[in-house]
């Protein structure tokens, strides 16, 4: 984006210095060529490097600059404290709405703190490329008097659509000239979802086995062992390319019938402008200001849902050549319009001149025409932040379900190696599992499994493998799972092994696999150390990452959060953990104090009558001071039990319609293995709940979410806008509220 800005014609009308805090780098280079002196600071990647920092400041010192441009967290801080200490103007840059897991620099979290805490004083103004990243930015502390929205821009001269793309890129890759093809660019992460793309694909495929759907970016590629569980039962491996990282992606935008995006989280997604300027119709989730980038041009589907991503695929490929032509162009002149790199200069230019004015000093450029959309203007607070074209209606609530999928390894302390007489309810989870996962398809439930991660392995020796250096020494030598007996394999010893199971689960869709730690971990008992709990969640993480699972969400053991390892569960790429009510016997303590008759009574009385306060939770409250999300559960779902049993099920129907109609999350859990036995009856308790959750999704839009979609809506605060911004030939495409998936 910087490099498209210092091409400009506007922008070469004036005298520029870039900096790079790091290497000259590739864009370094290009920008050298443009005759802009770049100095590379080669600062350490930890950035903690006073005399690189000392260097920019003598350098900033010689150039004595009229105003400085800093972009992203380290340069804000460094270049903004500098300019601060100089007199000289400062304008902030945010270029993203989240921090990935995958984010290289440990630094940057505590770059951004101090941003947050200085934003009012330290830069003039700060420039967002998204009005979503805004609004993150805003609930993390950043002022909202000085957030001005200006998106990035896109080269409109280099991207031009070419006749022979289309001809040469299925020549490539070996498909039929008259074939669809939808395109998928996003380097390999979480956020990206690519798991849903694939199931959406399967599913179109299943209707259109003529389309092709072809997958670009870093790490995406058929040895990577992440896809092979996502691909084990779909019939794609003709009509799926995999390409990496491929140096000439433009060329597949162009040869594309749609692109896509499927992510649970995007600020300003650049994929969707440049295919959009090629002319390539774009469907995506409704992350970021995704939906303000595709206008009325494309089609906007929720975030997670295949069957919508399908059904928008679907509706696309059906219309007739005038109308694909007709939306192509629309697609073009709507990047054209409102995103095209010379407009997006002028607004910045136009800015610095407004700084400089409020400064009283000579304006760096005569006033600029700027247009109306998007503007730039001042950020007043985080609810005002949306476009006009998607103003958000009220919030709507959501309905969490988390299960602690253990089997003996969470019971092994009170129970014998065969289970004794819980032996019919432990072995019972392995049937019951497989008619719960119909029964949540059947209703389009999203559910976390927190599962424990020496359920992945396949055999002894595997598990063996996992087992961490660090052993707890709790004082309760009971709770430790080393040394303790079990059996060879699954067969052999189906109450401690279940990668069958874990694998029928991820076949569904919706369903997230988190973790219960590796062990069971009893992260407040005497005798363990934060130490300890590093190993394991190393060991958790490992274990699940080899199996092609990618772990985002955290249920702790008994429900013993301890907030002094969340920086722990941060480090780890996990973004969600199931917090505690704040009624006094759901706190979190060890289990002697939690077993306490006391609070054994407190608990057992709240299950029938109303003596807790905290029966949902705001999405304001969601998210933590560090970033992890809190999502707390509500109610633990009992097996069915006749006495009172009508009681107990109507103050569940009750809390979550109460949270439907006033825009909260309502968070029910149990164990699997606690419906066991009387699976039938069990089983039509849950039908119960979510045939009263269907009337809540239809009448007021509530929605259901995993733990870790939960505090991805948090953080955007999309949940509330409209799901569908377009459909073709003016039908509308459902919403995921009014879908279900046939048994």
């Known amino acids: 984006m910087l490099l498209r800005f210092l091409s400009t014609e506007e922008s070469r009308q004036h005298d520029v210095n870039v900096v790079s805090l790091r290497t000259l780098g590739s864009y370094g280079e290009e920008i050298q ?13 930890s950035g903690l490097d006073p005399m690189a920092v000392m260097r ?15 972009w992203m967290y380290h340069s804000d801080l460094a270049g903004g404290l500098i300019g601060k200490s100089l007199g000289i103007p400062v304008v902030w840059g945010i270029h993203n709405e989240l921090l990935h897991p995958d984010e290289p620099s440990p630094t940057v979290g505590i770059a951004r703190q101090v941003c947050s805490r200085t934003s009012s004083y330290v830069p003039d103004a700060i420039v967002s490329c998204s009005e979503s990243a805004a609004r993150y930015h805003v609930g993390w502390g950043y002022d909202p008097s000085k957030i ?22 299925r020549e490539e890759l070996g498909i039929p000239q008259g074939a669809d093809i939808i395109l998928h660019v996003a380097r390999m992460n979480p956020v990206k979802n690519h798991q849903g793309f694939i199931e959406a694909a399967d599913l179109l495929h299943k209707r259109r086995p003529d389309v092709h759907f072809v997958m670009a970016g870093y790490g995406v590629e058929r040895d990577n062992a992440v896809f092979q569980p996502w691909l084990a039962d779909k019939n794609l491996d003709a009509n799926l390319h995999m390409i990496g990282a491929h140096p000439s992606v433009r060329r597949y935008q162009d040869a594309a019938d749609v692109a896509t995006l499927t992510s649970y989280s995007e600020a300003f997604p650049m994929v ?7 002319g390539t119709p774009f469907v995506t989730t409704d992350v970021g200001d995704a939906a303000f980038m595709v206008g009325d041009t494309g089609i906007v589907v929720p975030v997670g849902d295949s069957a919508a991503m399908a059904d928008a695929w679907d509706a696309l490929l059906a219309e007739d050549a005038p109308t694909r032509q007709a939306r192509s162009a629309a697609a073009r002149k709507h990047i054209e319009d409102h995103f095209s790199i010379s407009l997006v200069a002028s607004k910045y230019l136009k800015l610095y001149d407004d700084v400089l004015s409020h400064r009283k000093t000579m304006p760096v450029s005569p006033p600029v025409s700027i247009g109306t959309r998007p503007r730039i203007r001042p950020l007043e607070n985080a609810a005002q932040s949306t476009a006009a074209s998607w103003r958000q209606p009220r919030q709507t609530g959501a309905l969490v379900i988390s299960l602690d999928f253990e089997l003996l390894w969470g019971m092994q302390d009170v129970l014998p190696i065969d289970g004794g007489d819980y032996w019919n309810n432990l072995l019972g989870s392995r049937t019951v599992i497989p008619r719960m996962l119909e029964l949540f398809a059947e209703y389009g439930i999203a559910v976390t499994w927190a599962t424990v991660g020496m359920l992945f392995a396949s055999n002894r020796e595997e598990l063996e493998t996992y087992f961490p250096d660090h052993i707890p020494a709790y004082m309760d030598p009971s709770l430790s799972t080393r040394g303790y007996p079990f059996g060879e394999n699954e067969t052999d010893d189906p109450l401690h092994y279940a990668p069958t199971l874990i694998d029928r689960i991820l076949q569904y869709p919706r369903q997230e696999i988190g973790t219960h730690t590796f062990s069971h971990y009893y992260c407040l008992e005497p005798g363990q150390t934060e130490q300890d709990f590093l190993a394991d969640m190393q060991a958790a993480v490992s274990i699940a990452a080899d199996h092609g699972v990618s772990i985002r969400s955290m249920v702790f053991p008994r429900n013993q959060h301890n907030p002094d390892y969340d920086q722990i569960l941060l480090d780890a790429g996990l973004t969600a953990f199931r917090g505690n009510r704040s009624f006094w016997p759901d706190q979190p303590v060890d289990q002697t104090r939690y077993f306490h008759p006391a609070r054994r009574v407190g608990r057992l009385v709240d299950i ?5 306060k905290q029966n949902s939770t705001a999405w304001s409250e969601v998210l933590e001071d560090d970033g992890l999300g809190n999502v707390p559960a ?57 045939d009263a959750f269907a009337e809540c999704r239809d009448e007021f839009g509530m929605r259901s979410l995993t733990m870790a979609e939960t505090v991805e809506v948090a953080r955007t605060q999309t949940l509330a806008r409209p799901a569908t911004r377009i459909a073709p030939h003016g039908t509308t495409l459902p919403i995921a509220a009014e879908r279900r998936v046939s048994s």
């Open 272 to 278: 969707i402008g440049e295919s959009m300027a090629l």
């Open 148 to 169: 001005h929205v200006i998106p990035n821009g896109f080269d409109l001269a280099i991207l031009s659509h070419s006749p022979d793309s289309r001809r040469d890129v």
């Open 634 to 690: 509500h109610r633990l779902m009992l097996p069915r039990q006749n006495r009172l049993e009508s009681v107990r099920i109507q103050r569940v129907i009750n809390e979550m319609k109460d949270a439907a109609r006033s825009g909260r999350i309502y968070h029910i859990w149990w164990h699997p293995h606690n419906f066991g036995i009387h699976q039938a009856e069990n089983l039509r308790t849950l039908r119960a709940v979510f």
């Open 56 to 70: 920019l400041r003598r350098h900033v010192q010689r150039v004595k600059p009229d105003i400085i441009q800093t």
């Open 33 to 45: 060529r443009l005759g802009i002196p770049v100095l590379p600071l080669d600062m350490r990647t």
């Open 608 to 612: 029938y009558l109303p003596i807790a």
